[in-house]
T-cell receptor
Framework: DADVTQTPRNRITKTGKRIMLECSQT?????MYWYRQDPGLGLRLIYY???????NKGEISDGYSVSRQAQAKFSLSLESAIPNQTALYFC????FGPGGVEQYFGPGTRLTVT | RKEVEQDPGPFNVPEGATVAFNCTYS??????FFWYRQDCRKEPKLLMS???SGNEDGRFTAQLNRASQYISLLIRDSKLSDSATYLC??????????????FGQGTTLQVKP
């Protein structure tokens, strides 16, 4: 089984709808991240969490919210989806440690807002 | 100016060729550097870390030039399976403990038979 899972894998929704993307991990990592990827822009950080009680905004948090329900679960919500939120969304986890640490990514959720 | 910049390519090379990618970063306080590989429509995966002294892993060599603020990835004897997008990644907030990665937009490599 995959260490980092995301649901759904694909979603088409309409403008104005609320949508939640879910991420679960079995790696036992404290740190979790949400990114979006757009062609030509690379991955951009939306939110990150270093433990259950710690939530931080990333580079592009406007229009998004998150919930860290448990160490293993980190959800991303779009309260009112808009077409420019169409993107590939990745969840990632990492362990704590100095010197830079490897991030482990989920398989991604392809979201289309019409 | 983007914090991490890469030539998006694509780089089209024949099997067996040697190919090199560069990546520049703007924050001189950047602490840690990595190359990730991303196959089409898949998640990124760590290829290798980049150390100040340079490091090699089989056919792959990564180097860091702090003075000029760039990192490089050299792939020797390219294989068809090397076809992917290579993401330059920097921890750029001056504290490697936070683990926040800044990604370049990626360089696409296509190795042809």
């Amino acid at each position: 089984d995959a260490d980092v899972t995301q649901t759904p894998r694909n979603r088409i929704t309409k403008t104005g709808k609320r949508i939640m993307l879910e991420c679960s991990q079995t790696k036992g990592h404290d740190r979790m991240y949400w990114y979006r990827q757009d062609p030509g822009l690379g991955l951009r950080l939306i939110y990150y969490s270093f433990d259950v009680k710690d939530i931080n905004k990333g580079e592009i948090s406007d229009g998004y919210s998150v919930s860290r329900q448990a160490q293993a679960k980190f959800s991303l919500s779009l309260e009112s989806a808009i077409p420019n939120q169409t993107a590939l969304y990745f969840c990632a986890t990492s362990d704590f440690g100095p010197g830079g640490v490897e991030q482990y990514f989920g398989p991604g959720t392809r979201l289309t807002v019409t | 100016r983007k914090e991490v910049e890469q030539d998006p390519g694509p780089f089209n090379v024949p099997e067996g060729a040697t190919v090199a990618f560069n990546c520049t970063y703007s924050n001189s306080a950047s602490q840690s550097f990595f190359w990730y590989r991303q196959d089409c429509r898949k998640e990124p995966k760590l290829l290798m870390s980049v150390y100040s002294s340079g490091n090699e892993d089989g056919r792959f060599t990564a180097q860091l030039n702090r003075a000029s603020q760039y990192i490089s990835l050299l792939i020797r004897d390219s294989k068809l399976s090397d076809s992917a997008t290579y993401l330059c990644v920097v921890i750029s907030d001056g504290s490697s403990n936070t683990g926040k990665l800044i990604f370049g937009q990626g360089t696409t490599l296509q190795v042809k038979p």
